[in-house]
């Protein structure tokens, strides 16, 4: 996912690859997990299993909150000794 190409094509399809990580983990049932990515990251749409468009968001809650305590938080990595600023979503 990348704010730099959001006017390229098939950008829903694209971002689905976030649903493969989402069925990784419900099947894997590790003890934790982080993803990580752009700022809009959560309120990005993607195409669920089902063929229907969700924010990801939804996705997650939907798929995973039923065997985890889910935490979202936006952060900015110059924060944390990045070199440069970049805001992402954990």
Known sequence: MS?????KKDEKVRNSLVVESIKMVADLLT????FE???SFLTTTC????GQDHKIKQVIE???AGDY???YSVIN???YGSPSS???TL
């Open 3 to 7: 704010v730099a190409n959001h006017k």
């Open 31 to 34: 003890k934790f997990f982080v």
């Open 37 to 39: 990515n752009v700022r």
């Open 47 to 50: 195409t669920d299993t089902d």
């Open 62 to 64: 939907t798929k995973l």
């Open 69 to 71: 305590n889910i935490h």
């Open 77 to 79: 990595f110059k924060d």
């Open 86 to 88: 970049r805001t992402r």
